[in-house]
């Protein structure tokens, strides 16, 4: 008998979501990983659009953000109104080459903004679930 079987025993759920299994997108022939030794600029040799993090199960899919290009009109759209001229400079200073995104609806957007409709701020377990996922895809 499993544990989870023995009434009593079950664990309640931790609001956590049901992502596929994630892999690493093949780089390159002789490209190392980010924060290998030999890349000392550390950089991203794969394919932006393969370190996004998949939509977990039962989300729906934002048909406008579905792991392709995007604008940077469309990526400072999220941002704060006061933020988004200071912000665009940033990008245009430091060369920005593309962004990518996937949104999904269960309240994650590509660029881990996280809401609730019709309540104040989100759950804390599938926030950080969500950064710890990403940064393991970027890292």
């Known amino acids: 008998m499993e544990r989870t079987d023995v009434p009593g025993l079950a664990t309640e759920g931790d609001g956590g979501w049901d992502y596929p299994e994630l892999s ?30 998949p939509a977990p199960a039962g989300a729906t899919v934002d048909k406008k953000l579905t792991g392709g290009w995007v604008s940077t009109a469309q990526y400072l759209s999220v941002h704060r109104k006061g933020k988004r001229a200071e912000l665009d400079q940033v990008l245009k200073d430091s060369a920005l080459r593309h962004i990518a995104a996937r949104g999904w609806t269960g309240d994650t957007l590509a660029l881990v903004v996280q809401s609730r409709k019709g309540k104040a701020g989100t759950e ?6 969500t950064l710890s996922l990403q940064n393991q895809l970027l890292g």
């Open 24 to 53: 690493l997108p093949v780089l390159p022939a002789g490209s190392p990983r980010p924060f290998h030794d030999d890349n000392i600029a550390e950089v991203h040799y794969a394919d932006l659009r393969k370190l996004l993090l």
């Open 124 to 129: 804390r377990v599938p926030f950080h679930q």
